[in-house]
């Protein structure tokens, strides 16, 4: 079983920059890959970034590439979501979430159905 909590969200101007974690309570949280998603109201859940269990690999939806950075740290159980140049439409509720990977590939996963285990969501709200 896996807990994640996510927190650092907030409020922020169009521009500005904020910091997401998500703290794991697990046995052995290099056995995951980890992902985060988002959801604006009214809408579906969609991908952000991803970071296999080394961190050697990551992954980021187009529309956050060069903005945003996805970083873990094992020793801490802990992932990182930095989110620089915030637009308006980064409003959502982001979530984190953990996938299982036996057999330490590094292949990363985008849709949300195949991910195990998620977090209560962290809102973030960005004003133009």
């Known amino acids: 079983q896996v807990q994640l909590v996510e927190s650092g969200g907030g409020s922020v101007q169009a521009g500005g920059p904020l910091r997401l974690s998500c703290a794991a309570s697990v046995r052995t949280f290099s056995n995951y890959h980890i992902g985060w998603f988002r959801q604006p109201l009214g809408k579906g859940r969609e991908f952000v970034a991803a970071?296999?269990?080394?961190?050697?690999?990551?992954d980021y939806a187009d529309s956050v590439k060069g903005r945003f950075t996805i970083s873990r740290d094992n020793a801490k159980s802990t992932v990182y979501l930095q989110m620089n140049r915030l637009k308006p439409e980064d409003t959502a509720v982001y979530y984190c979430?953990?996938?299982?990977?036996?057999?330490?590939?590094?292949?990363?996963?985008?849709?949300?159905?195949?991910?195990?285990?998620w977090g209560q969501g962290t809102q973030v709200t960005v004003s133009s």
């Open positions: 979430a953990a996938d299982r990977v036996p057999s330490r590939t590094s292949v990363l996963r985008t849709r949300p159905d195949l991910y195990d285990y």
């Open positions: 970071i296999s269990w080394s961190g050697g690999n990551t």
